[in-house]
């Protein structure tokens, strides 16, 4: 354990980096037992990915196991998902990123082939917690089409796009010399190529009978002991699938005319019968007219009842704009379903899993687009399974999420309470059919939260513990604004330029359930939490009006830190009407009626809002259109219970709202929060008239954007850089202007940002740093201190969006540096502490803590009443600290930190029910304060950690010395900052956009973890990353996944404990009864033994060129993986021994075969010469 002296720290100090530095200064003042004690080491953190959750990203194949009951689905980009029972799911990932294009099971023997575009196909072994690739084979000269597994086979048909089959071994992953060729198939006389093989199958009665259907329309059944085909199906249409029934006498094709054809298998020349299920029939007896494809086919028989026949696709032409459907066919009855989503695959579940036996389906499980979609057929009107899996994640585009690990234990019952009264009904009666595997043991047993924050206005709360994830609670805000899309347009799950309910940033208070949160169109909601039922006659509204002139300011090195002083600059201006303006919609800022002013972006509904049981709306806060400027989004939000009091800033400036009596405290600029201490030196610039579109590349948070820029969703954006290099940078700028089109006009700003770092970071590496910074500021008209709340008047007025263009391709400079010079300091981050912020203090006070993209830390001090009958009726009185501490780039996180070391969590109030009698309420209403640091004249109680974009400091209160200071990165900078709690200490995680995670311990600042994880490829990475408590992060790693990381070493050691088991002993199911006289006069199935014809003996070897062998990592690097401690070595031996077993089995059986080779030779010699040794020269 090491420790560490404040008033020594310069002794030491040699932990560091070659891109990093640390310092420290010395703490005047400290006396000799101002010890901390510092517990974190290196070896407590290691970095791996655990689990992810959510809907597989743009599927493209499933299979199903019927015996040990797990689904499995590939996607395009190479990731594979497999589904058990709720709460049982892994994550694989081909590492050639093709698309999975089939998926075969071996059934119920722990392992899956996987057939990829790159035509490769790959044996995956499931027996095992982290599943992992036994062997692969890449095809060289031929496109992979289909694959086909008979059940309970080992040997794999492929289908190729030059319509020949090869069949490989799966045990072995080797290819068979038996191959099918097309033009054996065809017949003789046929001039045209097929084309690819587009299906495969055995008949369910004869396994020496292979179907195989070429896409032209083509069907030969071939028989494989004779090698020659048996009979020949020819139909004029293309063929996308092909089914049997199961008793093997007859099978059905889906055609691209919408058409189903049934043929015996013993009457080749024509169809036995031809439907269309969905054209119409004309009454002359004509052919229908065509359909859209039938892209798939199930045939399923039961053993009591018709067979069941379902299609996907088909549908006639004329349903323009019809969504995506199901059929159903069962008996004389057809059933259509409609889907949300296109289709990309199904699957009939069955009873059995024997293709020879009644089959018996039960449901079907439809993979659509953004969906996974499991019907029963057994109850009439095929109802839906309700989904266990957490696959919701994407119902609406998510647009920021926070994670909280370690919650206070009732919280999650208390939402879940709320959230199962929200739960759709209709739902079939059974249980989710797909129940395979079981749950991991681990020991992680504290409860963990995720809240996510959504496009169209949605709030959800997961539950996370145990590695699982399930959604407890949604909460939609829009509904307390009116709407004006219209009924029938369909919402859409991608991300468009105008989402005006989309949450921007949400701050939650666990401990007292109080929720706020920010959206895109410049609005603050305050929520309690209340399990009773009430109904609200008119929402409390609260209109901020925030006004700014830009000033041009010239901005001092930020090397250094400034001298702090205390400043009280007055804000007592009169306040001004809040009662709204009715303006008609326009479609530029100067309308005919003049400039839209005093007008918030949405419109609060004015008539009574039923709230339900759960989280209540308590507070509206707008911002209003000032002069024809569209409010700036809100930057940073911070909220408290024990004060009462709700923060949030942006480029104007910022503003505090007593959410308990519904009045504004206070509204101002940052450059009036500084005081007399402003470290800018701020010329004034010309009278401007009506503001004018910038046009040009600005800050995220810049006031110069479009009109409805800020109303805007946080879209994601695609690519960003990793590396500061000019060339780079400036062709990536290029490429982003070329797709200013299509991108949304707040991705354009973030790129803004990242671009301006990166450009700082560039020259601070070539050694040419600007000493002074050009960057407008705000002399902000704050013309409002303390206003009522009001209630919503009933009017009537709509208030629309004007867009106005702001793309790339308006930027006044490709140059970056010009960006640089148009950044607006805005307020980045707030939190509420009871600390000491004056030098002068001896007791804590609540306080306000405030940080600038200047890299500029505030403190304002908080004068809350003490009791709460005098906190309803006194005003909170407000006090200016000044400048705290200065760093480099923009501040992100801020905490405090106690002369212990320990994390010190800001003041809170116990939860209590707002709705609940007067009595009950007071009972459960305390207010639990953070314990207040204690101080004695000249001494340092407690320490203020700050973490901006390019450093960290940690500041002693209340003398405001800097005691510790460290360099995160040079040449990129933080995206995410938290201070988080670990099993044995506290320290500040940080995620950079170059891709490193990295960890730095308390109060020292060393560099305890730096692992290159991730570069930032995607906004949305940079948006949804977030650290948590005891070692937890996550991010969005696509538009519909959650992945899950951790960064504790003691996690990563028992993950292999706390994950799932996919794979479970099950017996097979016996097989068929064949009967008696079936028996007897050979009426049942016809087995083949496949050995004898596609083994290496019978059938040769295949060309070494056709396919390479690549053996893949296996349970053997599985094993190693998972083995720890003891055991762990014990095991690794023992794969030791395997492995030199194997090599001297190996060389054992070479030497066995060199030895053959010359006792062969031996006796070729032998023979020869006695052949020749009683000839003459002359008989030679």
Not at 198 to 227: A, Q, R, T, Y
């Amino acid at each position: 354990m090491k420790k560490f002296n404040i008033r020594k720290v310069l002794d030491g100090l040699t932990a560091g980096s070659s891109s990093s530095s640390s310092s420290a200064s010395l703490q005047p003042g400290n006396r000799e037992n101002d010890v901390i004690q510092e517990t974190l080491q290196s070896e407590h953190f290691q970095l791996c990915k655990t689990v992810r959750h959510g809907f597989p990203y743009q599927p493209s194949a499933m299979a199903f196991d019927p015996v040990q009951k797990i689904l499995a689905i590939g996607t395009q980009n190479g990731s594979l998902r497999l589904f058990g029972r709720a709460g049982v799911e892994c994550y694989c990932q081909h590492e050639s990123g093709s698309a999975i294009i089939q998926l075969q099971f071996l059934i119920n023997e722990g392992a899956l082939v996987s057939a990829l575009a790159d035509d490769s196909i790959h044996l995956w072994n499931l027996r095992q917690k982290i599943p992992a690739i036994l062997h692969s084979l890449k095809f060289s000269r031929e496109r992979i089409t289909f694959c086909h597994l008979p059940f309970q086979s080992k040997w794999l048909y492929i289908g190729t796009e030059r319509g020949n089959i090869h069949i490989v071994n799966v045990e072995s992953f080797s290819l068979s010399g038996y191959v099918i060729m097309w033009n054996k198939a065809i017949e003789l006389s046929s001039k045209t190529h097929p084309g690819p093989v587009v299906h495969i199958s055995d008949n369910p009665m004869d396994e020496g009978k292979l179907l195989i259907g070429f896409e032209c329309g083509f069907v030969v059944l071939w028989d494989l002991k004779s090698k020659k085909a048996d009979y020949r199906y020819n139909y004029d249409e293309a063929i996308h699938s092909v089914a049997w029934h199961h008793e093997g006498k007859q099978f059905v094709c889906s055609h691209s005319d919408g058409t189903l054809t049934t043929w015996n298998v013993r009457s080749p020349a024509k169809p036995a019968q031809i439907i269309t299920p969905h054209g119409k029939q004309p009454k002359d007896g004509k052919k229908p007219e065509p359909c859209k494809p039938i892209l798939k086919v199930e045939y399923k028989t039961a053993r009591a009842g018709e067979p069941f026949m379902i299609l996907s696709g088909g549908l006639s032409y004329d349903t323009v704009g019809r969504r995506a459907c199901l059929t159903v066919m069962h008996g004389k009855s057809t059933a259509v379903l409609e889907m949300d989503y296109p289709i990309v695959d199904f699957l009939a579940l069955c009873e059995t899993p024997y293709p020879n036996d009644y089959q018996e389906p039960y449901a079907v499980v439809v993979l659509l687009e953004k969906d996974l979609v499991v019907i029963d057929l057994a109850q009439p009107g095929y109802p839906s399974f309700e989904n266990p899996y957490p696959l919701t994640i994407h119902e609406s585009p998510v647009t920021c999420c926070e994670y909280f690990a370690d919650c206070p234990a009732e919280l999650i019952p208390a939402l879940y309470s709320v959230g199962s009264r929200q739960k759709r009904q209709g739902y079939s009666k059974k249980k989710w059919p797909i129940s395979g595997g079981n749950w991991g043991q681990g020991a992680q047993s504290y409860p963990e939260i995720i809240i996510t924050g959504h496009a169209d206005g949605s709030v959800k709360f997961w539950d996370a513990s145990a590695l699982m994830l399930q959604v407890l609670y949604k909460l939609k805000t829009a509904k307390v604004f009116e709407k004006t899309r219209n009924k029938e347009e369909k919402p859409s799950t991608d991300i468009v330029d105008e989402d005006p309910f989309a949450i921007q940033s949400l701050a939650w208070c666990p401990e007292s359930r109080l929720l706020c949160v920010a959206g895109v169109s410049a609005h603050v909601i305050v929520y309690r939490f209340s399990k009773q039922e009430i109904t609200t006659e008119e929402v409390q509204l609260l209109e901020v009006r925030m006004q700014c002139e830009l000033n041009e300011v010239d901005s001092p090195d930020v090397g250094g830190d400034q001298a702090s002083a205390v400043s009280t600059p007055g804000a007592s201006s009169s306040p001004q009407s809040s009662a709204p303006q009715t303006h008609p919609s326009t479609s530029s800022n100067n309308s005919s009626d003049g400039l839209r002013d005093n007008v918030p972006c949405l419109r609060v509904r004015n008539t009574p809002l039923k709230q339900s049981p759960g989280y209540q709306v308590e507070l509206i806060i707008q911002l209003v259109w000032v002069s024809g400027e569209p409010p700036q989004q809100i930057t940073s939000l911070a909220v408290n219970s024990a004060y009462g009091l709700v923060a949030f800033g942006n480029g104007n400036g910022l503003a505090v709202v007593d959410y308990l009596q519904k009045t504004l405290l206070l509204n101002m600029a940052t450059a009036e929060l500084y005081g007399s201490s402003d470290p800018h030196q701020r010329q004034p610039r010309s009278p401007r008239k009506a503001r004018q579109p910038s046009g040009g590349l600005c800050d995220g948070n810049d006031g110069s954007a479009g009109s409805e820029d800020r109303c805007k969703s946080p879209t994601s954006g695609s690519g960003s850089p990793s590396h500061s290099d000019d060339e780079s940078k400036h062709n990536f700028l290029e490429r982003v202007k070329s797709k200013s089109k299509l991108i949304s006009k707040s991705v354009a700003n973030d790129f803004a940002k990242m671009s301006r770092k990166f450009s700082m970071a560039a020259d601070q590496k070539d050694g040419n740093v600007q000493k002074q910074r050009s960057l407008p500021s705000q002399k902000c008209a704050s013309d409002v201190s303390r206003r009522k709340a009001r209630t919503i008047p009933r009017t009537q007025f709509v208030s629309k969006s004007n867009a106005r263009d702001n793309s790339f391709s308006r930027s006044r400079s490709s140059s970056v540096a010009s960006i640089d010079k148009e950044s607006r300091e805005v307020i980045s981050s707030l939190h509420f502490y009871d600390c000491l912020s004056r030098k002068s203090e001896a007791t804590a006070v609540a306080s306000l803590w405030l940080g600038t993209s200047m890299g500029t830390m505030l403190a304002i001090s908080l004068n809350v009443p003490s009791t709460p009958e005098l906190r309803l009726q006194q005003t909170v009185g407000i006090s200016f600290c000044g400048s705290v501490v200065r760093l480099k780039g923009g501040i992100l996180r801020m905490a405090l930190m106690d002369s212990t070391g320990s994390l010190q969590p800001p003041a809170y109030e116990c939860w209590y029910d707002p709705n609940a009698p007067e009595d009950e309420k007071e009972r459960t209403r305390r207010r639990r304060p953070a314990s207040p640091p204690s101080t004695q004249e000249n001494q340092d109680s407690h320490y203020a950690v700050v973490c901006s974009d390019k450093q960290a400091k940690v500041v002693a209160m209340p003398s405001q010395n800097c005691v510790f200071e460290h360099n995160i990165t040079e040449n990129s900078f933080v995206l995410r900052a938290d201070v988080v709690i670990m099993p044995a200490g506290i320290c500040i995680a940080c995620f950079c956009a170059n891709g490193h995670i990295m960890t730095l311990s308390l109060p020292s600042l060393r560099p305890l973890l730096d692992v290159n994880y991730l570069p930032l490829t995607d906004m949305r990475i940079a948006r949804t990353f977030c650290f948590s408590n005891l070692g937890q992060a996550l991010y969005l790693t696509s538009p519909t996944e959650i992945q899950r990381l951790t960064y504790s070493q003691e996690t990563c050691d028992n993950l292999q404990e706390m994950l799932g088991e996919l794979f479970t002993p099950v017996e097979t199911p016996e097989a068929p009864n064949r009967g008696f006289f079936k028996g007897l006069f050979g009426g049942g199935a016809q087995s083949l033994d496949r050995e004898d014809l596609f083994g290496e003996l019978a059938a040769g070897k295949a060309s070494r060129s056709l396919a390479q062998h690549i053996p893949g990592p296996g349970s053997m690097e599985g094993m190693k993986g998972a083995a720890s401690g003891v055991v762990g070595e014990l095991a690794r031996a023992r794969i030791a021994l395997d492995e030199r077993g194997q090599k001297l089995g190996e060389l054992e059986e070479r030497t066995a075969a060199m030895m053959a080779s010359a006792d062969s030779f031996s006796k070729h010699a032998h023979d020869m010469m006695l052949k020749y040794k009683d000839k003459k020269w002359y008989q030679l």
